[in-house]
DNA sequence: GGCTTGTTCTATTTGATATAGAATAATCTC
DNA sequence: GAGATTATTCTATATCAAATAGAACAAGCC
């Protein structure tokens, strides 16, 4: 499994570790109980720092994506199958809304919000 | 026109002054061509500076949902009426993504990649 | 001309980001 | 059980972006 980041992207180097591996869960190209590579060696692979990875696995195990435990490592929970099938219905709604010419930024926005209410 | 914002909340007061105005919009209590309380109204009414107002409706004229002009003040987009019209997907989106078991967080974050990947 | 309104400029404070080192505790392997 | 592995926690620091703030400016309206 390879973390891939952007480093002519100005978004911030955990969302970006955090954000490659949500879109493979996404994608189907990691299922239940795969384990991900551990934080040492992400972080030696891409020559950040061990806390920058952590802090990325983190946000993913508070999204619930991922299961960690010392000396085991992070392990993709059965959120990724709810995931998969929701892809499907997020490409539509982007779809749709590209259509309709709303921004991403406004879809996104909105999203959130109504995520987040009650 | 009212804008609220929640003095217990952790997010910035831009955020939740431009959500205010979106959530409204979205809601369809906002129409286009409505023009929007001057930012030194709101300012003065929610007791915050001019700047956090102003930063608040360039970030909904950045989505495309007002559109501003000097000696004029914010006015509402045509974007408003797609977004009436999104509405009710998102809210279907969001309630199945509750029902499998997926956290607001993960659905925000994967909504926010896709809509803005490609 | 005078008022209103967003825009721009400069400045400061606060918080997030990223890095770093070290100690700790749970888990696995042999 | 011994040792290695791995995430966790703690402290610390440098840098950068976010957020707030005051004042002057320029476009639009009556």
Redesign the interface.
């Known amino acids: 499994m390879l973390v891939r980041i952007e480093p002519t992207s100005d978004a911030p180097l955990f969302e970006q570790i ?2 490659s591996i ?2 493979d869960a ?1 994608a189907g190209r990691l299922r239940a109980g795969d384990r991900l590579p551990t934080a040492r060696d992400v972080a030696a692979a891409l020559d950040v720092n061990l806390h920058t990875v952590l802090r990325a696995y983190q946000d993913l195990r ?4 991922v299961d960690m435990r010392r000396g085991r490592g992070a392990i993709i929970t059965d ?1 990724v199958v ?2 998969a ?3 499907n ?3 539509e ?2 779809a ?2 590209r259509h ?17 209410d009650r």
Do not use: F
Request: glycine share 6%; no cysteine.
């Open positions: 955090a954000a949500r879109s996404a508070d999204e619930g994506l959120a709810a995931l099938d929701l892809r219905e997020i490409d709604l982007v749709r809304s309709l010419g709303v921004s991403p930024e406004l879809l996104t926005s909105l999203v959130k919000e109504i995520a987040h």
